[in-house]
């Protein structure tokens, strides 16, 4: 497809740098993916919003949803291409105004069907932690991400992984 060859070779030309990082769920990582060098082109952020229009022709969502921070980016520009509501995700219920100690941001209600965004997911532990918060509440849930780094139950537009380097035997 040569949309997801478009987002392969933009990630690698714009977002992708090598060394030793530690990821979020705190796995070591010799590659990480700065989405926010893709996210801040708005050429580029509504391109790969666009790449979400077959998944949403599948799910047919009420919603779109994203998760704090990455994921909400994504699903404000889906939002914005598609018509589609949508609602933010928190990672920590908001502690503060007047609807302090929810993690939901925006209206839903029981029943509606959400496709929830995320931007880059190695595990999917907080993609599915979000899916979970957004299923008490009574929503049909579809999580999906931009990229899935290969060890995740999620679909994703692009699974995208580079080959391990050597294991570093000196401190």
Known sequence: MQEIAWLRKII????LTQGDYILAGGS??????????????????????RLFTPVIAEISPDLIAGTELGGVV???????????????????????????NEYV??????GQKALLLED????????????????ELGLIVTPYAVVSRGLSPVR???AFSLPRSEPKLEN
């Open 120 to 135: 880059v997911v190695t595990s999917g532990t907080e993609l599915l932690a979000a899916a979970s918060r957004l299923q």
């Open 12 to 15: 690698v030309e714009r977002a």
């Open 28 to 49: 070591p990582s010799d590659y990480y993916i700065d989405k926010f060098r893709l996210f801040s082109d708005p050429q580029v952020l509504r391109k790969i919003a």
């Open 105 to 110: 941001e925006g209206p839903y209600h029981a």
């Open 156 to 158: 994703a537009l692009i």
């Open 74 to 100: 994504i699903a404000t520009a889906v939002s914005q291409m598609s018509g589609i509501p949508m609602i933010a995700v928190r990672k920590k219920p908001k502690g503060y105004g007047a609807f302090a």
